[in-house]
């Protein structure tokens, strides 16, 4: 075995990032060895907290740049973002999960292996973000998929099992692809930067990109853009998304959602960074264009036909994927700090979505829509919560995402009237299709609540709406007010992209 | 261009040598393809598994790089006699059928395989100019072997051949991989590849994914797509 795996572990011990990828990696092994579930998701949130703790000082003592892991202005930010999701959805897991295994019927063992596996997926992901080697990025980016793959199938119904086999070919498939690219970026690379880990580095590569042999890198791209794409979700490579969330535990959709695309995204974004740092090379900006459009208009139309909550949602993340890629793809100052804007108030609120989706199917026992009604009668706490999660989404004001998507689309009116054209429409599509359904669920003759299950399950409820309330909360003011030093970070980054 | 790279060229026995190996991976795809029997199919794929496993041994040889011993060891035992031996095994246990299912009939499939290896062809020597020329040819027919695999995925229908499909696609990014001079990793994103072939074996048997029932057939998704009202 070549050396650089077990490089990383005398480098976690000297590092800040220790906490950050060393609390989840233990937790991983650690949750796994617990047998009790309610102790093992009371540890879940611990770690999940302090994992948060050590990416805030990330923010004060930045880490010494090594060519397998990283910290620069772009990621900062993601992995704060990631942890901090990743620990308020744990919380929302521990509220949810027990009544779950009531009555789902899961054994205690597979709560083991969830516990387990969620720390794991958190450690993948701040994996992916934090590294440094294009290599080390494709591996941690597989094991994400790997780790939601059990998580999806976690129930083992029909259903939940189609999805994740799904899920399961089309991202190996997906990430097979992006290693291609990979590969194709290594060979560009390799003539300038020599043999070895430095022409793996992308902070050595993007310095040098420019003596890059161009068409290598665009063809490379191309597998890139399809490759991650498919984990981004992007239309038409977006078919196992909807059925991933659907099917898998609601927490895990909420990570899916508001996390792993993100990350996906993240990876793409680095490449296209390689790519407008060499100049020649092709533009991705009419390509990531072209699949954010389709990503908008395939979601916005297919919202329209939801019958399951889940889905009517998962749509939406594609249509909010689509909307970054495109303001991506756009580029400029501007449109790039739309759209991470955007990628921040999207994980926030969507990720609270399905909190509140969660707690909703736990009080009516269904997922079909037609068959929730009332829910500010029956429910009006939650009710209320998810009218304004839902507005929130469909980007009302004052949230923070109206923000990010009036940015977008007047940043592109100003350089290009016509492309803005078909993000509105979507926009406004969208809008109408999730206000449809709103209103049947939240409104109206209420329908039946599944039997309370006491002062407990009244507990659990009200640990849920915690970190609910906390997400839409912090997605109004950040459509209120951004603080300076936010926006100053987000413009660095904003040129950074290119 | 170091004095290595000159050495690996056309008519030099490392060059002729990584040339020859790749086509026959190449040729192992257009077997995959071709072949309606099941086992036949399992069969072709460990050869392609052990050949690719002399294609890492041949570049550990000549770029000196003692590190893709491993890949070709991975390749050889793992890929070449486990995995077979397991999909074997899952024939008989799961009652599989024995015939390949196929969405696209053979002659139509290998007539797109033709066109999908003159795609590479014409994508990637272009492209490579400035590299080795053994980089390039390498490049070129894994291109057309993760492409064939792709093919071999969408043309097929039962979970089984799927798996094939994207266990010989995995085969063509690690002849890619390998053939890429110095590049580290190599030997950590095999046993990656690895992980997830055993967790495809594994779904396979635990969750009985058998034909049509549960596979990614055309048919079957219209009926999931939706939602079941």
């Known amino acids: 075995m070549s050396g650089s795996l077990a490089a990383l572990i005398p480098l976690g011990l000297t590092d800040p990032l220790t906490g950050v990828l060393g609390l989840p990696l233990a937790g991983a092994i650690a949750l796994a060895m617990v047998p009790n579930w309610r102790h093992a998701a009371v540890l879940n949130v611990v770690i999940a907290a302090a994992t948060f703790a050590s990416s805030l000082r990330l923010l004060s003592a930045r880490p010494v740049e090594t060519s397998l ?25 521990a509220a949810y999960i027990g009544r779950e295994s009531k009555t789902r019927r899961l054994a205690s063992r597979h709560l083991r292996f969830y516990h387990s596996m969620y720390q794991a997926f958190l450690f993948t992901m701040l994996l992916a973000l934090t590294a440094n080697n294009i290599g080390v990025l494709w591996v941690s980016v597989e094991a994400a998929t790997l780790t939601t793959v059990l998580m999806v199938s976690l129930y083992r119904t029909r259903e939940a099992i189609e999805a994740a086999w799904k899920y399961f070919i089309l ?286 399950f009244a507990t659990a409820h009200a640990i849920g709406m915690v970190p609910l309330v906390a997400h839409l909360a912090l997605a109004l003011v950040a459509g209120l007010y951004l603080p300076d030093a936010l926006v100053k970070w987000f413009q660095a980054v904003g040129k950074l992209l290119g | 261009m170091t004095p290595a790279d000159q050495l690996a060229t056309f008519g030099h026995v490392s060059y002729d040598m990584a040339h020859l190996i790749g086509a026959v991976i190449l040729m192992m795809s257009f077997g995959l393809l071709y072949q309606r029997r099941l086992t036949a199919v399992i069969r072709i794929y460990s050869f392609q598994a052990m050949v690719l496993a002399l294609a890492a041994a041949w570049q550990a040889l000549v770029q000196d790089a003692p590190h893709l011993y491993a890949t070709a060891l991975i390749a050889l035992l793992f890929k070449g006699l486990a995995v077979p031996f397991a999909l074997n095994w899952l024939v008989r246990r799961l009652g599989i059928h024995r015939t390949v299912e196929t969405a696209l009939g053979i002659g139509p499939t290998m007539i797109a395989g033709v066109g999908l290896v003159a795609l590479s062809i014409v994508l990637v020597l272009p492209v490579t100019a400035s590299a080795a020329a053994m980089t390039r040819e390498n490049l070129a027919l894994a291109m057309s072997v993760v492409l064939l695999g792709l093919l071999m995925m969408i043309t097929r229908r039962n979970a089984v051949t799927q798996v094939v499909g994207f266990m010989s696609l995995e085969n063509g990014l690690i002849l890619a991989a390998v053939g890429a001079k110095g590049m580290p990793l190599v030997v950590e994103i095999s046993v990656a590849f690895s992980v997830l072939v055993a967790m495809a074996l594994f779904g396979i048997f635990f969750f009985r994914i058998r034909e049509r029932f549960d596979s990614l057939d055309i048919a079957y998704l219209e009926t999931f797509r939706g939602e079941r009202q």
Request: aromatic share 10%.
């Open chain 1, 171 to 456: 991202c190996s498939v997906g990430i097979g692809l992006a290693l291609f690219g990979t590969v194709l970026v290594y060979l560009a690379a390799q003539p300038v930067m020599g043999d070895g880990a430095a022409a793996m580095a992308w902070s050595q590569m993007v310095r040098r990109a420019g003596a890059f042999q161009p068409d290598l890198i665009s063809l490379a791209f191309v597998f890139l853009l399809v490759g991650y794409g498919t984990k981004v979700g992007l239309a038409p490579l977006h078919a196992w998304l909807p059925d991933a969330h659907a099917e898998g535990p609601t927490p895990i959709s909420a990570v899916l959602s508001g996390l792993l695309l993100n990350v996906a995204l993240y990876a793409l974004l680095r490449f296209k960074m390689l790519i407008a740092a060499n100049g020649h090379a092709l533009q991705p900006g009419p390509l990531m264009i072209g699949m954010g459009c389709s990503s908008i208009f395939v979601a916005s139309f297919m919202l329209y036909r939801r019958g399951d909550i889940k889905r009517l949602f998962a749509y939406s993340s594609i249509e909010h994927m689509g909307i970054m890629t495109f303001a991506f793809g756009m580029g400029g100052p501007l449109a790039n700090f739309a759209g991470l804007l955007h990628m921040t108030m999207h994980s926030l609120v969507k990720s609270a979505i399905f909190f509140a989706v969660g707690l909703i199917i736990q009080a009516t026992g269904t997922k079909r829509i037609p068959d929730i009604r009332g829910l500010t009668t029956s429910v009006p706490v939650l009710g209320w919560t998810f009218v304004i999660a839902v507005l929130a989404i469909a980007g009302l004001p004052p949230m923070g995402i109206f923000m990010s998507e009036f940015l977008v689309i007047s940043s592109t009116f100003a350089r290009n009237a016509l492309l803005a054209v078909p993000v509105m429409l979507g926009v406004l599509l969208t809008f109408g299709a999730l206000i449809w359904r709103l209103q049947g669920m939240a409104f109206g003759h209420p329908g039946p609540l599944v039997a309370d299950g006491g002062r407990r």
């Open chain 1, 69 to 93: 892991l990283f910290i620069d202005d772009f990621n900062i930010y993601l992995v704060v973002l990631t942890a901090f999701v990743g620990c308020t959805t744990a919380l929302f897991s």
